[in-house]
């Protein structure tokens, strides 16, 4: 298989890595599928790179997390009005009412988060280990662990500030 093909295959098998970062980092769905060209851009740029030492998804996580840091700080799109998502996944719209507020108020909380919060939650809510968490943001475990907790009290706090009760 040659390598373009390759490269290709792997996005296509770990898309949703895409997905959730550009959801992440930008509120808008053009500015999703901005971030997203771009992290595509940066992971075909250094595919030369991956010698296979960790799985691909894994690296694909860091090249990623570090082209949507270094692309929203570039753009400083940051912006201090915040409008619900337009685009829900299709597997949200047959949740109930209220498993889509609270996705909603979720995701409003996060786009308050600075870019290493972000990072953060991103990674556990894809399951990552305190360890995988601190090697993918190049930070200790115990520091982890540490912003991480503060980082869900924050969402926490965000969320009931906009009026929803756990």
Known sequence: MNKQREFLK??????GILNKVSKMYMQHHD???DLMQEIILQLWHSYDRFKGNSQFSTW???VALNTALT??????????QFTFLDNVDQAIENESEDKEVQLKLFYRAVYELNKVEKALIFLFLEGQSHRDIAFNLGISEGNARVKLNRTKEKIQTLIKTYGYEF
């Open 10 to 15: 792997l996005i296509e098998q770990h898309k």
């Open 31 to 33: 500015d999703q599928n």
């Open 60 to 62: 694909m996580y860091r």
């Open 71 to 80: 692309y929203f700080k570039k753009e400083k799109r940051k912006s201090n």
